[in-house]
């Protein structure tokens, strides 16, 4: 650069948004940090900072958790090998474990359910599985048989083609839950994340791992929270684990597994549907199609044969075609505006859908190759903290700047505008970042966060990203 270089005002504003984002990921892990900072080692803690900077810079979802890849980042590119070995030091230490970042995600949540709590907004715990598929792995430790999505999606029938092999295929890979914080409307906050296997000395069940989460949630939020279920959690068993911890759910229940009805018979639920002209009709958005769709809906009391709690039957239909949802509940209801909450909830679902393939499309979760379990856990732990810090900036004080970031770092033609551009985002901070190099400052000892940031209060950090981003707007 010339000595006689003077920068110009974009230029200004683009050093002090860089450092801003920067600082705020700091403050955003200064919990962690400080927990963390009485069990290892200070330049460890340091490189749990970076470590998460550099995933979020390395934008290659095929060697997205490589530790070659990410020693680059963390280090430079002609230091490669000693940020390597910095990281694997990290995930290898034995003086801290994946647990230390589930219960810094579960305070995080905590935080998020106050605030909706403050605004008197429903709340609403996405569950949902998925896998991380490893079809040519057959050494790393903890591999588990699963069915794969990837391969039923690659073989599904299309006109013009042959008639694909019907039936599961089934590779090595390793099972996920994912636990998601919602309100009625804005972006989601993630809660927790799990992984397993059936096979080996920590073999485990995914029902166990479910049961053990829900009674955390349930110990921790009671009733404050709506449990949210897709299909594979519906029926007698799981039925029993809520009704025993009395938590208020709402699964989609299977249109043939049979319920008592007002009149006490055994029915299957789209037989009391049937004939039933819909009671209410409303416009609802389906995100997965980014259309609006006219759905009607019914509801109905029922009952479980095996339990006496009662229970609603939320019928709603949408397109002419397409199965009607049967959404089975606890939470009473008696008018439409109850029925169109359960609806309205079941919808906000899409969410943890769209976090499991941002996951594994953008943060690369399916490229880890760690050989041990817990090593692979931290790691992917550390990932996941990418994908809540990126969350974090979705936020309604962070609007304007956002939109400035985009425009700067990640400009795009088109009419279509996602709702949580996500993917966007992550690409506009990387650019940014490595134009400014203002990340590695997190580097250095001076880099984390204040005795004031470890104890919770970025308030300053709220009112300095107001104060920017209303001079990027002027």
Sequence with gaps: MSPNYAPSSDDLQASQVAHYLAQRLAFYLAPLLSAADDQLDRRLVVTMLVSVAAIIMLRNSSRALLLSELGAY????????????????????????????????????????????????????????????????????????????????LTRPRPGYYQPPKGKIIVAGIPWLMLLLVGPQGAPRLAAMRWWTTRGEHKTSGREVATKMLKDAAQSWGRRVIHVFDRGYAGAPWLA????QEVRFVVRWNAHYRLLDAAGNLRQPWEMARGKRSQYHRAIWDSGHRCWRKAGLIFMAVQHPDHATPLWLVVC????????????????????????????????????????????????FESVRTWDEDSREKLLMLASLCYGYLLGLLADEMAQLCEWLLRYGCPRTGRRRAALPLYRLREALMWLWQEWRWWPAVRRRRGLPSAAARSGSNAALVIEGEVLARRLQS
């Design 317 to 364: 239909r949408g397109v002419k075609g397409q199965p009607p949802w049967y959404l089975l509940t606890n939470c009473p209801v008696s008018n439409e505006q109850d029925a169109w909450q359960i609806v309205f909830g079941y919808v906000r679902r899409w969410q943890i859908e769209m976090g499991f393939r941002y996951c594994k499309s953008e943060l690369g």
């Design 241 to 244: 684990q809520l009704v025993a």
């Design 74 to 153: 963390i280090a430079s590119p002609q230091h490669a090998p000693a940020g390597t070995k910095r990281l694997a030091k990290l995930i290898h230490s034995s003086k801290w474990s994946a647990q230390l970042i589930h219960t810094f995600l579960w305070g995080h949540a905590d935080q998020r359910l106050l605030e909706l709590e403050q605004a008197a907004s429903s709340a609403y715990l996405l569950w949902d599985e998925s896998v991380i598929e490893k079809p040519e792995s057959n050494k790393i430790a903890g591999l588990s048989p699963v069915r794969s999505s990837q391969a039923a999606r």
